[in-house]
């Protein structure tokens, strides 16, 4: 691949976003057995060992395994950690909210999508903070039209998010999907509506606000993995991907088999 072909955009024909689609709802169905799981008590560990097993009976691989060094299948990231929490064998407890993130790879094609879990009984300040952050994801997926552009889809969150105090994530943005788990474009919760690349049909991406609930700065581990906020307050991560076809917003990944197994 040219240095050129790396910052390119590369739509996807009908049947590649098909191809895609299924990545993703394996990814939906994976966050649907540990959405089963979810309770005080159970480890990290326990559900990412879960999580591979069930994507290899799906003739697909774990998305995440390997990449970069990743070790696990899921990155599992609770109540301060904002991404990329790494596995370890602490049971979450009761009140806590985690992001759990993972992704697939079906037929050469990534999924990759995210859903903050409220674990037992949950305070109301961290529960506002995920309705806001499911909210601005839903927000940012309004605005993938062919009449837009990228930062019209992170002004949307931003606005959304700022408006009830929260801190927006700069360092760590939704992106392409694609035969690469990241691909051009880089997609920010933040930005300035009317700039940008223009939105085009065949477009994929992965939409993954990630709101805090004090300030938007951030910082990592001695793990080199984990993303702490750095006031070390909450913070929820919501990832959805989705395709422009007809000049609108296909979501190519579901909550619904979470949203059964929580009986939402």
Known sequence: ???????????????????????????????????????????????????EDYIRTQNAIPGFKGLYGCPSTLLISVNEQVVHGLPTDNPIQDGDIVSVDCGSVYNGYYGDHAYTFEVGYVSAEKKQLCKVTKECLYLGIEQVT?????????????????????GVVRDLVGHGLGKELHEEPQVPNYGRRGRGKKIQNGLTIAIEPMINMGTEKVETLDDKWTIVTADRQPSAHFEHNVAVVDGKPVILSTFDFIYEALGL
Do not use: C
Request: net charge neutral; hydrophobic share 45%.
């Open 146 to 166: 062919t009449a837009n552009r990228i930062e019209d889809i992170g002004w949307a969150i931003q606005q959304h998010a700022e408006a009830h105090g929260y």
């Open 1 to 51: 691949m040219s240095l050129l072909d790396k910052f390119m955009i590369r739509l996807k024909t009908p049947q590649e976003i098909e191809i895609m689609r299924e990545a993703a709802q394996i990814v939906s169905r994976t966050l649907g057995l540990v959405a089963q799981h979810m309770k005080p008590g159970v480890t990290p560990r326990f559900l990412d060992q879960l999580a």
